[in-house]
């Protein structure tokens, strides 16, 4: 293995570029070739293979026999299952959702920060982080959310296939006295807008003049693990996309995107 030198910054480079290497392996169709982790990474293949032999010796990766293909090793399915059992990546991220929660100083930017996640039939808040707002504004965790007029429940639909969540809006709609076909495929257009612009708004879902703004939190294989949603009051808190609170809160969903692997393997700096 390359030698292990103190890094700029106090890091060590080569636990930088095994972490890319990984990376690399969540995102490529395995076993991978060397050429593709190379092509991934912007390794040279020379240098690629020798950190995979000493990743292969601790058990990081294994190479399928007879051949330069290279798959997770033991070491790191034990990793996994460790982490998963412990705790999940989300609740990682909960000071990243505090710290957030904390800069709400102003109506217009919201009130509340709440994570969503669809479980089981239907969506709901998992967990909230108030602000430093003397309006509690929040719900119990648990309560259902309205697939049809949520902005929580509307931005996890999006992402579900029609098969999924089709009954559903139908039932909702229904209570409505809006059972029609054409509500329900404004529905689902409704869905792929808020997928290209990756934010759904409600405004008064729950209850009059509470607004909300919801982005997607996507893991490593590009899926949909949670919304971040932002509750204010109106009229300050407009709900707005392209708002100051919208803006602020698409951002926080691109970064913990990132530390949740979304988005292709960053190319390695050369280890000095």
């Known amino acids: 293995m390359a030698t292990v030198q103190a890094a700029r910054g106090g890091g060590v480079d080569a636990v930088e570029v095994v972490g890319t290497i990984l990376q690399a392996l969540l995102h490529l169709p395995r076993p991978a070739r060397l050429k593709d982790l190379e092509d991934a990474t912007g390794i040279p293949s020379a240098k690629l293979h020798r950190y995979l032999v000493s ?32 705790q999940s990546a989300l609740s990682l991220l909960e000071p990243r959702f505090e710290a957030f929660s904390a800069r709400l100083d102003k109506p217009e930017l919201g009130q509340v920060v709440g994570l969503g996640q669809w479980v089981g039939h239907g969506a709901t808040i998992v967990r909230w982080f108030e602000s430093s707002s003397p309006l509690s504004i929040r719900m119990k965790p648990g309560v259902g959310l309205g697939i049809t007029s949520s902005a929580t429940a509307k931005l996890l639909a999006a992402y579900l296939p029609r098969e999924s969540t089709e009954a559903l809006v139908r039932q909702e709609l229904l209570e409505q006295g809006r059972a029609a076909n054409s509500a329900v495929e404004a529905v689902y257009a409704e869905y792929a807008a808020i997928r290209k612009a990756q934010i759904a708004s409600s405004h008064g879902a729950r209850r ?10 996507f893991d490593h294989e590009d899926k949909v693990v949670a919304a971040v949603t932002v509750l204010g009051m109106g009229p300050q808190f407009e709900a707005l996309p392209g708002s100051s609170a919208g803006k602020r809160l698409r951002q926080l969903g691109r970064e913990l995107s990132a530390l949740l692997g979304q988005g292709a393997p960053a190319k390695a700096r050369e280890a000095a």
């Open 208 to 217: 009059r003049g509470l607004n909300a703004l919801s982005v997607p939190l």
């Open 55 to 86: 990743m292969a010796r601790c058990g990081l990766v294994t190479r399928e026999e007879g051949s330069r293909r290279y798959q997770f090793g033991l070491l790191t399915y034990r990793i996994g299952q460790v982490a998963s059992h412990e």
